[in-house]
């Protein structure tokens, strides 16, 4: 059938040409799409090219470069509606306080003392979320520090053993209320072998719903001590921090510690440790206090003094300063460093001296222990330690672990250590290892440190010691 005007041949010819035709079309749209393309293709590669440089300066300067200090993220200030939740946790517990118990729960009271001595009754009764007033220096609040993407990862290491629900969970999440998201790899809940019922299926289901949280449970008991190495081990974070089982982190308590490490990976930064009353569940402010200790290597708080401020370079109350020795019980330091720098003496048993030995070999081997004004925490200081020692007699486990300190760090002034306490008697078990250590790193002597760290200790009359070690002290200048 033809159309109009036109012929059979003409109908023929165009059957025979309409294939080319459209061919012709394909090539013509094909030729036009490449031109098009080509160009998008010349800008989509400056783009990238551009983008390529800016994400190589950006790095270049994060390595190599001074990076842009910044003020606290929301998270870490204050605001009307942190202080109406302060104000109505503290008047449940000034209520609390207040209440006339009845005989059940005078018996769970007691019952809350002899297992834990501290008011576990009125602990069980306020939020695991509650708040207290925020403690820090009102000039913290417009301190500078590295911004939150240049700043460590965390992985906060808690170590409990048989310790009460309410104040362990607080702990996990006073953390996580309070420390910006990026700067939390994981929170490690080591269980040194507990056997209350409560700390078995029913916290693992209750840790189960709590993010970046994990438990760790250990098939024996292995005290304090390698407790913490073993959650070390077990940490993704680039920073391993400590916290005791029974604390409350303030606001921006992370950012201020975690700058520190940043500055220098071998700085050990503790925060300031504000006291949570043991029957009343109050939060007290802590001071600026160095940690020290005396002859018998018992650790002691020591107030800060102009001297101290003036030995240190120190011109504000907020700029961190040097501590010859630390508690042990809340810290945080570069992971890699803290195996780096013998990480604990596994020869100790269960707890005690161990926070000497490190606080002596952290200086002596070219670190340094830094208090951070800015940094807040709360921690309950019980009226004893209710757990009981791996072995029957704590007091000698102590002396054995602090022998195994003056024969390893205290050269010859250990001789001033067991005039004082007589605790030679109990040995000090196999040291070669530590002492290899000690030597391989190239570590100063204890009078070294006697003389530019921990400058207000000294030898007591009656006793000729080598006074030869004199270096150049270390200083503090705030950045």
């Known amino acids: 059938k033809t159309t109009p005007n036109t012929t059979p041949e003409v109908e023929l ?175 490690l809940l080591v269980d040194d072998f507990s056997d209350m019922p409560h ?23 292995s005290g304090l001590i390698r407790a913490k190495v073993m959650g070390a081990e077990q940490a993704k974070g680039d920073v391993i921090l400590f916290l005791d089982s029974h604390c409350e982190c303030n606001d921006g308590w992370l950012e201020p510690l975690l700058d520190r490490i940043k500055r220098d990976k071998k700085t050990v930064a503790m925060p300031i440790i504000d006291a949570i009353d043991f029957e009343t569940w109050e939060h007290r402010t802590g001071l600026l206090e160095r940690g020290i200790f005396d002859w018998s290597l018992t650790f002691k708080w020591s107030m800060l003094t102009d001297y101290d401020n003036q030995h240190q370079g120190r011109t504000r109350d907020i700029d961190p300063f040097m501590s010859p020795a630390m508690a042990g019980g809340l810290f945080a330091m570069d992971r890699n460093y803290f195996f780096e720098v013998g990480a604990y003496d596994m020869g100790m048993e269960t707890w005690g001296g161990e926070n000497i030995e490190m606080s002596i070999r952290i200086w002596t081997c070219g670190g340094r222990i830094e208090a951070i004004p800015c940094s807040h925490v709360a921690h309950v200081f019980r009226k004893e330690t209710p757990y009981k020692f791996k072995t029957d007699d704590p007091l000698i486990t102590i002396a054995k672990n602090l022998n195994r300190v003056a024969e390893v760090w205290l050269d010859d002034e250990k001789e001033v250590y067991y005039s004082t306490t007589g605790n030679k008697q109990y040995g000090a078990g196999d040291i070669a290892e530590r002492i290899e250590m000690r030597n391989y790193m190239g570590c100063k002597s204890f009078h070294w440190y006697m003389n530019n760290i921990f400058y207000d200790l000294k030898v007591p009359e009656g006793f000729s010691l080598d006074e030869s070690a004199t270096e150049v002290e270390p200083t503090l200048e705030p950045q």
């Open 199 to 221: 700390l078995g299926e029913p916290l693992e289901k209750e840790v189960a719903s709590i993010p970046k949280t994990r438990l760790i449970r250990l098939k024996e008991r």
């Open 13 to 187: 010819f165009r059957e025979k040409m309409a294939p080319q035709a459209k061919l012709k079309k394909v090539k013509e749209r094909q030729k036009k799409g490449s031109s098009g393309s080509a160009s998008t293709s010349l800008v989509v590669s400056i783009m990238v090219g551009v983008l390529a440089v800016i994400v190589a300066a950006f790095f270049a300067n994060w390595l190599f470069g001074e990076i842009e200090l910044v003020g606290l993220t929301p998270v870490s200030l204050p605001n009307n509606e942190k202080l109406l939740v302060v104000r109505k946790h503290e008047k449940m517990r000034k209520k609390l306080n207040e209440k006339t118990k009845t005989p059940k729960e005078l018996a769970a009271y007691e019952d809350g003392y002899k297992k834990n001595q501290f008011n576990q009754w009125i602990s069980d009764k306020l939020p695991l979320t509650r708040r207290a007033y925020d403690t820090r220096p009102i000039e913290c609040l417009h301190e500078k520090y590295h911004p939150n993407w240049a700043l460590p990862t965390t992985s906060v290491i808690i170590i409990f053993y048989n310790e009460a629900r309410s104040t362990l969970l607080r702990t996990v999440w006073s953390v996580l209320e309070r420390s910006p998201k990026r700067l939390i790899k994981e929170i």
